[in-house]
């Protein structure tokens, strides 16, 4: 792209693309259209099945699949699980993402360590509920700003070389693998974590098993600290948050427990 034509994009983009609300209200700088996103989390997708081994045992998958597709369904209505791609990958690695673009990646790591089909709902809630968000298009935007706009512009748009692929796997939380750490912050989680424990209960999971997920989390992060909290960093006062949060989720779960298939464990 030319520098000549950048000059005028990122004003127009900051004016037109620029104001959005979260789900949750709040208001939030993202530069670029959602179909962009879309297509950088397809491609970074893609990158982490090539990079890193996916599981062979079709029981595992078939169960991450009923978890995420009833996360996915409690989003609306209209939203075609088809549409979605779900992938576990094996590695003992404590980690998940979902990335814009409809894709779900779950690693067996952490399939282990969680106690619950209820837990791991927790964790592909919220990270549903970072994509939902918009948090990578906004960790994006901001990284345009402090790089000074134009020249960043050009590495967010024009994917293909290596630091243009690293810059965007780590907005979009993938970096962690690939020694790319770029910590969600603490607003991105809890807005993650709120969003997630809607999507859980009204998914009809238990969503008081976050709280156990992020207690296993912290203990284990005495020892061997999950990968996964390397880019969602877990302070004791997410499980306070998440705790005020308990009552209304619970009475959606308790509205909505019953209705659906249960997954195998
Ligand atoms: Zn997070």
Redesign the pocket.
Known sequence: MKLGRLIYIIPIMAVFVGCSQSPTGRRQLTLLPEDQLAKMGDQSFQQMQKQQKLSDDPALKRRIECIAERIVSSMSKNNNFSEWDVKVFDSEAVNAFATPGKNIGVYTGLINAAQSNDQIASVIG??VG?VLASHGNERISQSLIVQGGLVAADIALDSGSPQKNQMILGAL?LGAQLGILLP?SRK??SE?DKIGLDLMAEAGFNPRAAVEFWEIMKNQSKSAPPEWLS??PAPQSRIEKLRSNMKSALKTYNRNKGQFTKCPS
Request: charged share 20%; no cysteine; hydrophobic share 10%.
């Open positions: 919220h990270e970072h939380g969600y991105h989680e993650a880019t969602h």
